[in-house]
């Protein structure tokens, strides 16, 4: 399973905020539905293996949205149909427990410390300024965690630091969350076995694309 962390330092952690005006009401939460765009959505189809948590802080106390790609319904690929289920999500009571809004979407209290375990060698923190990535294999289950426009705060950094999470830059560039979303998912699938028609154990795997494992 690959993961997306995407904190959103302003955003909403209520639902009233306008489908007409996303950007200007919720706190950027349309930064965070592009996330989800291009974490799970193929040209014909959802990736099944990905899950994305939300980081949302801006409210009486910061919630947690999981998405997840095995379980998820009605993702379409616009914007306003994204914030609309998580409009649902952020309707709903939330407490320490998960609570399930909409197939494959899941809502609980929560921030950044509340989700990811220390010494998971696996996560890596997305930051202009890291190591390339492309100098050592990425993990294929790997946790990314990213910032919104804002980027992540020293506070959130030294806590990721402490986790002994690698930072690893995607490129030169400062790009949008949701583009180095897409770098990462293309970069994983270039790593993969040739898969055609939907999973299959491993042992029936066939070998990499040689094409792409350059
Ligand atoms: C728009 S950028 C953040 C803006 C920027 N930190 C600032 O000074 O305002 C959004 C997020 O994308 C990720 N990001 C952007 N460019 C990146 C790159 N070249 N390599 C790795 N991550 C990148 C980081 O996680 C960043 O927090």
Not at 77 to 85: M, N, Q, S
């Amino acid at each position: 399973m690959r993961t997306f962390v995407v904190v959103g330092n302003l955003a909403t952690t209520t639902p009233d905020f306008s489908l007409e005006d996303i950007p200007g009401t919720s706190g950027r939460l349309d930064i965070l539905c592009r996330c989800i765009n291009s974490a799970f959505v193929l040209s014909h189809g959802i990736r099944r293996d990905v899950e994305v948590y939300l980081i949302l802080r801006k409210g009486p106390c910061p919630k947690t949205v999981h998405l997840l790609g095995g379980e998820l319904r009605h993702l379409n690929p616009d914007e306003r149909t994204t914030a609309a289920l998580l409009k649902k999500a952020l309707a709903l009571e939330a407490d320490s427990q998960w609570r399930r809004s909409t197939p494959g979407i899941f809502v609980r209290a929560g921030d950044l410390a509340d989700l990811l375990p220390r010494g998971d060698e696996t996560a890596y923190y997305l930051r202009e300024d890291g190591s390339d990535h492309r100098g050592e294999a990425l993990a294929s289950d790997g946790t990314f965690v990213l910032g919104d426009h804002i980027g992540l705060s020293e506070e959130d950094e030294a806590f990721l630091e402490g986790l002994g999470t690698k930072t690893v830059s995607v490129g030169p560039k400062s790009l949008h969350a949701d583009h180095c979303i897409v770098l990462i998912n293309n970069e994983l699938d270039r790593n993969e076995p040739i898969v055609r028609d939907g999973p299959v154990a491993p042992d029936e795997m066939g070998p990499r694309d040689e094409r792409w494992t350059k």
